[in-house]
């Protein structure tokens, strides 16, 4: 009767003696102490392979985490941190072309983890440019031989220049031409506004805004001018040698 109790209270010692731990299994890390806790797993990263408007977003799935680093590479640069938080997301805009690294250490009071890196590529087509500064002449306007200028917007492939005497009638369009300016000659007298729009291949911009008067007062230039008469020799209108009406 006895050595049955005997061999009872020894298998419980036994048993008593041994601290199972529902960490220890695989792909679980065991725990630091005997409290139960741990270190975040490896978080996860999740990110598109290519872009083509440098907007994108980059997540990550971070377990048993409570602050997670995101980290951020240029091309073949280090590696700089972007964010520091407990979210699960993080959002790029306006990037340039180029390729661009991350990974993400997730950390708790017991640890910390790193993600495997991850790359995105972003490759954005051209942009319509912003319009053009105001265009402005040179000091020889009142003598109708002047040039009309501005600046150059990023990405410009033209220009689409408009001009319009005396602030009435139609815009006259000169299209086309590469450069940021445009000569005029022997512009008859009067006053001439000015406005210019960029383009590329993704479009153009809005107009500038109109130029100040170009007043042209000292016309010496020897110009062909014909007289339109009709039948009984009345002058009805008058040209200029392109044909255009005076």
């Known amino acids: 009767m006895l050595k049955p109790l005997v061999r009872l209270l020894g298998i419980l010692f036994l ?3 041994f601290t199972i731990s529902t960490y220890a299994f695989p792909g679980f ?6 409290d139960g806790n741990f270190p975040p797993l490896p978080p996860s990263l999740v990110l598109d392979a290519t872009d083509n408007d440098g907007i994108y977003t980059i997540t990550w799935f971070a377990p048993f985490s409570t602050t997670v ?5 240029v091309g073949s640069g280090a590696f700089t941190s972007i964010y520091v938080g407990s979210a699960v997301s993080f959002n790029r805009t306006g990037q340039a072309n180029g390729t661009y690294s991350y990974y993400v250490r997730s950390c708790n009071a017991y640890g910390c983890a790193n993600s495997t890196v991850s790359a995105i590529v972003v490759s954005t087509g051209p942009v319509i440019p912003a319009a053009p500064n105001t265009p402005t002449s040179n000091s020889y306007a009142n003598t109708g031989t002047y040039t009309i ?3 150059v917007p990023s990405g410009v492939t033209s220009y689409t220049l408009e001009e319009r005497k005396n602030n009435t ?3 006259t369009v000169f299209a086309g031409f590469t450069t940021n300016s445009k ?3 022997c512009q008859s007298n009067g006053a001439y506004d000015y406005r210019v729009k960029a383009c590329n291949s993704a479009g153009c911009s809005s107009f500038s805004a109109i130029s100040t008067d170009v ?3 000292n016309n010496s230039c020897r110009r062909i001018r014909f007289i339109h008469t009709d039948l009984l020799g009345s002058p009805v209108s008058e040209t200029d040698e392109q ?4």
């Open 169 to 171: 009638g139609s815009w």
């Open 149 to 151: 200028s501005w600046n």
């Open 183 to 185: 000569g005029f000659t």
């Open 243 to 246: 044909g255009s009406v005076q």
């Open 69 to 73: 680093t995101l980290y951020e590479k």
């Open 15 to 17: 048993l008593s003696s």
């Open 215 to 217: 007043v042209v007062s």
């Open 29 to 34: 890390p065991e725990a630091p102490g005997e």
